[in-house]
């Protein structure tokens, strides 16, 4: 993720990372590390396989939207099981209430609604996802749009 006290930018390695040791500046880590919880320790509803150095996927919960970040040297993680019927069923159970489950990957964002994720490319600044339940035949289905700013 983005850290904007050190100016890392999505996607790369933290310069204070130390492979098998961890954070080398650990006690004074910016506030964005210190504000930062980690989606898996706190919802007992995830399983081990969702511990991120296992399924190269981090989960962050923040206002309405629960964000899966994606390791960008993982190869669609998310679409496997048992991840993918998780992330659907998470959507099904909030969605009535306009929040959202978003997997950021490569740059890109994919909501996930309650039977399919739908590609909405890359989300610049100001825009915002807008969520529609609409009738069927077979009944009602959610859909998603980006409104650009
Ligand atoms: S916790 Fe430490 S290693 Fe991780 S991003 Fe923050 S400063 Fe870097």
């Known amino acids: 993720m983005v850290i904007p006290e050190l100016n890392k930018p999505k996607d790369t390695w933290c310069l204070h990372y130390a492979r098998g040791l961890g954070c080398n500046i650990y006690q004074d880590r910016p506030p964005s590390c210190r504000d930062f919880s980690c989606h898996w320790l706190i919802d007992p509803t995830l399983g081990p396989e969702w511990k991120p150095n296992k399924c190269k996927m981090v989960m962050h919960a923040k206002d309405d939207a629960l964000a899966v ?12 099981e048992p991840f993918y019927s998780q992330l659907l ?4 159970r909030n969605i009535d209430r306009g929040a959202m489950v978003l997997v950021m990957e490569h740059g890109r964002t994919t909501i ?8 909405l490319g890359v989300i610049g600044p100001g825009d915002r996802i807008a969520l529609a339940k609409v009738m069927t035949v077979t009944g009602p289905i959610w859909q998603a749009r980006l409104v650009r700013a």
């Open 112 to 119: 996930i609604l309650p039977d399919r994720g739908v590609d």
């Open 69 to 80: 970040h994606v390791d960008p040297g993982a190869n669609t993680p998310w679409r496997r």
């Open 89 to 92: 069923e998470k959507s099904a």
